[in-house]
T-cell receptor, first 113, second 112 residues
Framework: DQQVKQNSPSLSVQEGRISILNCDYTNSMFDYFLWYKKYPAEGPTFLISISSIKDKNEDGRFTVFLNKSAKHLSLHIVPSQPGDSAVYFCAALDQGGSEKLVFGKGTKLTVNP | DADVTQTPRNRITKTGKRIMLECSQTKGHDRMYWYRQDPGLGLRLIYYSFDVKDINKGEISDGYSVSRQAQAKFSLSLESAIPNQTALYFC???????????FGSGTQLSVL
C-alpha cells in the first residue's frame, strides 16, 4: 500500500515559468514532509521541508504548500531554470512513530530553455 | 571529500555470487540507512541502524543483510545475488529522528 504518492511521473515546463510538483499521502500520522532532488549519477539531496503545524514554507525560488485536510502537498518552483531539471522525491515522516521516511516514486522535471 | 562515501560505484556480478556494498560517513551521525532505487518505484528502505548495536529491517530486507562495524561504517551484503536485485543502491545518514537524510552517490549493481 503506497502511503506517499506522486502521480505524475514526469513534468515539462518552459524556463521562467512555474513548476508545480504534487504529492498525496494516506497516513494521517505523517507530520513532517520533505522534498529531495536527484540529479543523474548523484544521490538525492535535501531541498525543503515543512512541518504539519505550517501550511507554507518558502526558501528562495522554492515553496512547499501543505493542505492537511486534503492530505496533499505541492512544491512550487518559480521561476524554473534548466538547472532545476531533476527527479524530485516527496517524503513523509511520522515523528512520533516509526521515524522512518517514506518516499514517493518521484517526478522527473524537465525545464526547457 | 564526500560526507557519505559508497564503494564501489558500479558493480557487475553473476547470479549466486556474494557481494558487499560499503558505506562510510564523516558526518558523525548515529543513524544510517540502505535504500534501493528502481525505475518507477522510488526509494525503498532495505535496512537501517540507529546506533552501532542497533539493526532494523526495512520494507524490503529479504535477500539482504547488513553489518554496522562502527558508527561511521554500514555495509550491505547480498548473500546470493539474483537478477531482480539489479538496482541503484543508496546509503544515507541522519543526525536523529525527523532530521533530513544525507545520501551517498549510489552504487549501481547489475546481477547477470
Amino acid at each position: 500500500d503506497q502511503q506517499v504518492k506522486q502521480n505524475s511521473p514526469s513534468l515539462s515546463v518552459q524556463e521562467g515559468r512555474i513548476s508545480i510538483l504534487n504529492c498525496d499521502y494516506t497516513n494521517s500520522m505523517f507530520d513532517y514532509f520533505l522534498w529531495y532532488k536527484k540529479y543523474p549519477a548523484e544521490g538525492p539531496t535535501f531541498l525543503i521541508s515543512i512541518s504539519s503545524i505550517k501550511d507554507k514554507n518558502e526558501d528562495g525560488r522554492f515553496t512547499v504548500f501543505l493542505n492537511k485536510s486534503a492530505k496533499h502537498l505541492s512544491l512550487h518552483i518559480v521561476p524554473s531554470q534548466p538547472g532545476d531539471s531533476a527527479v524530485y522525491f516527496c517524503a513523509a515522516l511520522d515523528q512520533g512513530g516509526s521515524e522512518k521516511l517514506v518516499f514517493g516514486k518521484g517526478t522527473k522535471l524537465t525545464v526547457n530553455p | 571529500d564526500a560526507d557519505v562515501t559508497q564503494t564501489p560505484r558500479n558493480r557487475i556480478t553473476k547470479t549466486g555470487k556474494r557481494i558487499m556494498l560499503e558505506c562510510s560517513q564523516t558526518k558523525g551521525h548515529d543513524r544510517m540507512y540502505w535504500y534501493r532505487q528502481d525505475p518507477g518505484l522510488g526509494l525503498r528502505l532495505i535496512y537501517y541502524s540507529f546506533d552501532v548495536k542497533d539493526i532494523n529491517k526495512g520494507e524490503i530486507s529479504d535477500g539482504y543483510s547488513v553489518s554496522r562495524q562502527a558508527q561511521a561504517k554500514f555495509s550491505l551484503s547480498l548473500e546470493s545475488a539474483i537478477p531482480n536485485q539489479t538496482a541503484l543502491y543508496f546509503c544515507a545518514t541522519s543526525r536523529g529522528a525527523g532530521e533530513k537524510l544525507f545520501f551517498g552517490s549510489g552504487t549501481q549493481l547489475s546481477v547477470l
